[in-house]
């Protein structure tokens, strides 16, 4: 396979423009894995229905009757004209505008224009349905797949999918939803979140003196660090225009007056236990679900992000949530959505927000901290066409995520069997930050 990592931490640069490259994940990669189509809140009602393009690709995602859900090829048996745009509500089902031929909400057949003038061989029953598409809800999602021989849902998701129920993400709600073209591969752009090592450089208001432990316990001042902690949260909220949300933000700032011990761990874990219980307080009081954020931090689960593969992350911090979707437009076009997620108390869900037109990279509107990310890709793009530059060369303990995540889309475009594909996927589905290369048994 051409451009495929042999070295686990050098990535060959042909990976992020070559055509050939990208036309093997149009066709290996992406029609074998489980992408996340819609959120349920975009089909909240029966016959609501979504549309999600990926490539060449367009699936309707349907609300059923009973409230499960359902999903089609997005094409009229007839011509192949696309039955849905966008969103909406199919009560009599879809109408293909080019000819009439019509079909129900579960993509039966309903009617054929001037049947008689077909041949019978062109009308066998079952054979004029809308061709149905793998689907399957987690997480207050739906999630579809091209591949009938592909593993269930589940089995493709984990660890990622233990680990975000335990947070209980299907209570999570959107409050506002935004899409951005970058210029840049798909892969490029995700590599950006899948690694802290930039984090210094590309977002300094996030290094605030007094957030760490001193070399000399002696001289760790309490108030200082909880002033440091609520700046902190501040930041990340205002940044992320969410993710730390504003109300969790107002509690923190009603426990400046907190008393800490004067050893910084014990002060430490301290505050942080006391925030957490006041979060989960705060939320259930107003009859919000919520987990108890103590006891994922005592069972290993607090942690800042969640990956799925290929394209799905969850950045959860206290009562709320960032989550990312990228979609590759073009060997060096993507389009990046995110949403800001939180908990509403039951009957007090706002509603749905509109599918967003999407954004320059460098629009104003872009929140700050996502913008500074977005500055680099273009630059990089740039420079890995430059005649000197061959490989991307991996920190083997700070960009692990990066050189796992790439490894595993070549197996994919190498064919392997799922058997030997789950393992790599399981190896991946989690916290990709600061993680090492990892083995993935191939």
């Known amino acids: 396979m051409p451009y495929a990592l042999e070295l686990a931490d050098r990535a060959p640069r042909e990976r992020y423009f070559d055509p050939d490259f990208y036309q093997a994940e149009v066709e290996l990669l992406w029609p074998r894995v489980w992408q996340m189509a819609c959120r349920l809140e975009e089909i909240a009602e029966p016959h609501d229905f979504a549309v999600y393009d990926i490539l060449d690709q367009s699936i309707v995602v349907v609300r059923t009757e009973d409230m499960g859900v359902t999903a089609f090829q997005n094409a009229c048996r007839h011509r192949g004209v696309q039955v849905a745009v966008g969103r909406g509500t199919c009560e009599s089902g879809f109408t293909c505008p080019f000819h009439g031929w019509c079909y129900g909400p579960d993509g039966k057949n309903t009617a054929v224009t001037r049947k008689r003038t ?125 993710m730390v949300h504003a109300n969790d933000v107002r509690i923190a ?136 530059f061959e490989y991307l060369r991996l920190s083997e303990q700070l960009e692990g995520g990066v050189a796992n995540f790439e490894r595993t889309v070549d197996g994919f475009l190498a064919g392997r069997p799922y058997e030997q594909l789950l393992p790599a996927l399981r190896a991946i589905n989690l916290n990709p930050l600061e993680r090492p290369i990892v083995d993935l048994g191939f």
Request: aromatic fraction near 12%.
């Open 118 to 242: 077909f041949s019978e061989h062109n009308l066998q029953p079952g054979d004029l349905d809308l061709t149905p598409v793998r689907c399957e809800v987690w997480g207050g999602c739906a999630w579809i797949n091209l591949d009938d021989d592909a593993p269930p849902l589940r089995e493709c998701i984990e660890p990622f999918a233990t680990i975000m129920d335990a947070w209980e993400m299907e209570s999570l709600r959107a409050e506002w939803w935004y899409a951005i073209r970058l210029p840049v591969n798909w892969k490029l752009a995700e590599a950006a979140f899948l690694e802290q090592y930039h984090v210094i450089e590309a977002h300094p208001q996030l290094v605030i003196p007094g957030r760490f432990a001193p070399r000399d316990p002696a001289q760790f001042d309490p108030r200082t660090f909880v002033d440091a902690e609520i700046h902190y949260l501040r930041t990340m909220c205002e940044g992320m225009a969410g």
């Open 253 to 388: 700032e009603g426990l400046r007056d907190i008393e800490l011990p004067a050893d910084p761990e014990l002060a430490m874990a301290t505050w942080h236990r006391t925030f957490n219980d006041a979060v989960v307080d705060w939320h259930r009081a107003a009859g919000a679900t919520i987990p108890d954020l103590n006891e994922l931090e005592a069972n290993g689960m607090n942690q800042p992000m969640g990956y799925c593969f290929p394209h799905y992350f969850v950045l959860p911090m206290y009562s709320s949530a960032s989550s990312y979707r990228f979609r590759p437009l073009g060997p060096e076009q993507t389009l990046m959505e995110i949403w800001s997620l939180t908990r509403y108390p039951a009957g007090q869900e706002p509603a749905t927000p509109e599918r967003p037109e999407p954004w320059d990279f460098d629009d104003p509107r872009v929140p700050p901290i996502p913008t500074q990310d977005f500055s680099n890709l273009p630059r990089q793009q740039r420079g890995i066409h430059a005649k000197g």
